[in-house]
């Protein structure tokens, strides 16, 4: 077990094993890139990665400086749709369409189902 983090929050020992259930299943290809999602107590970010370069495509947050007078206002579930939005539109202008949804551990449900129906109204599909 080389590399093995020993988690001791009971919290995040689920989200890591749940977390690992989902990568033996999700991969992110060329055609079709995986868009995960990181959800903290106060921030969400999104970004599309390629796994068999390894590279990322694109990403999204509601830290970042180009979305802050969207999301001026708003609660968490309306700046995790503005994330979904945002990085849909730059996989559309990068001419890509189609990703694999990584929830990355968390429920589907909230801020994470918030990104994704925002990807969906972007134009992306999953």
């Known amino acids: 077990m080389a590399g093995h983090i020993k988690i001791v929050n009971p919290k995040e020992r689920t989200r890591s094993r749940r977390k690992a259930a989902i990568r033996k299943r999700v991969s992110g290809t060329p055609e079709r890139p995986r868009l995960t999602v990181f959800r903290s ?5 999104a970004q599309v990665i390629d796994d068999t370069t390894g590279k990322v495509l694109a990403t ?11 999301l001026e206002g708003k609660q968490k579930k309306g700046k995790a749709r503005l994330v979904g939005q945002a990085i849909g539109k730059k996989l559309l202008a990068l001419s890509i369409d189609k990703v694999v949804f990584d929830r990355n551990g968390f429920i589907y449900h909230g801020r994470v189902k918030e990104v994704a129906d925002g990807a969906r ?4 599909q999953f």
């Not at 109204?121 to 992306?124: K, R, T, V, Y």
């Open 41 to 45: 107590a106060k921030h969400i970010s």
């Open 60 to 70: 999204a947050s509601d830290a970042d400086k180009a979305l802050k007078a969207d």
């Open 121 to 124: 109204e972007a134009g992306l």
